[in-house]
Structures are given as structure tokens and as C-alpha cells.
């Protein structure tokens, strides 16, 4: 298959059900185990090593409610930066969503957690940045040339 073209299959509202399952699973292993299971990635292509896992906690831009999703995370100083990559989906992820209406966000890395700001990245930031995130994860450049939207690079910060 060539890594500039989606799969069809993407396009199933199939897929996008599947991905919120499984986040809501990760998500209670990761809680219920500190982080010992879900706490990494290891799915992907070229992955070297695990990637780490975060849960991200926003507040529902409808609901109000607390909405969490579990992500793959770059360290970057005392800032946390996560993908909105919803693996090359035409649409942002529902937490990405959330976060520009709320920008405050809880980042959970085992039991720690971390109040923080979330704003998206400039483009001379996700520039900066894109590297070190293929590094962590090479799909995300796959899922980058299978959507025609901007995927948006969030960097959340102490507040």
C-alpha cells in the first residue's frame, strides 16, 4: 500500500468507534495499574522501543464533563507534547476539540499528575517538533500523508 494514500477502510465509522473503545479500555488498565499497563505504545511501524503513554483529562466542550484519552507524549522540558493525529481520520480527535474551547487539561503519567495549559503548537514550533515525534513514532508522518487536514501538534504547559 502506498503511505500517501488512506486506506479505504479509514473512511468506516467503523474505525472510529473501534479507536474509542479501545481508549476507554487503555484507560482503565492504565488508572487501575498506575500506568504498568497502557502506559506504553508498542504498535507501529519502525517503532524501536515502546513509545510512552499519557492520559489527557479536558473538559467536555458540550458536556462540561471530564473526557479522557490516552496518547503518545514527547517530553519536551517541563512541557508535555501530544498528536492530534487520530491515525490519519479526515476529522480532529474530540479531545483536540475540547482543548481549544477548555485549554485547561490534566496530564496523568503513572500516578503523577500534571495541571496543565494546553495551546496548539505555531508552525515554527510543529516544525521544530515534528522530528522528535517521528523519532517517538514514525506513524505519525504515515498518518500526516494519509489526511488532507492539518494535524495539530499541542504542547500543554504548567500552569
Not at 479509514?10 to 488508572?31: C, E, M, Q
Not at 466542550?61 to 479522557?68: A, E, V
Not at 480532529?92 to 500516578?111: C, D, F, K, Q
Request: hydrophobic share 35%.
Amino acid at each position: 500500500m502506498d503511505a500517501g494514500k488512506r486506506p479505504d477502510q479509514l473512511d468506516s465509522p467503523l474505525v472510529a468507534k473501534f479507536i474509542k473503545i479501545g481508549s476507554r479500555l487503555n484507560t482503565r488498565l492504565y488508572r487501575a495499574t498506575g500506568g504498568r499497563l497502557g502506559g506504553t505504545w508498542r504498535v507501529g511501524a519502525a517503532l524501536r522501543k515502546p513509545a510512552p503513554v499519557c492520559l489527557l483529562t479536558t473538559t467536555g466542550r458540550k458536556s462540561g464533563q471530564p473526557r479522557t484519552a490516552p496518547l503518545i507524549y514527547l517530553l519536551d522540558g517541563d512541557r508535555f507534547v501530544v498528536v492530534a493525529s487520530q491515525g490519519g481520520l479526515p476529522h480532529h480527535p474530540a479531545w483536540y476539540l475540547n482543548l481549544r474551547e477548555h485549554p485547561e487539561v490534566t496530564i496523568e503519567i503513572g500516578s503523577e499528575r500534571h495541571d496543565l495549559v494546553a495551546r496548539t503548537a505555531s508552525a515554527d514550533e510543529k516544525t521544530a517538533l515534528w522530528p522528535r515525534l517521528i523519532d517517538l513514532y514514525a506513524d505519525f508522518d504515515t498518518y500526516d500523508a494519509w489526511t488532507e487536514r492539518e494535524i495539530p501538534v499541542v504542547i500543554c504547559e504548567p500552569r
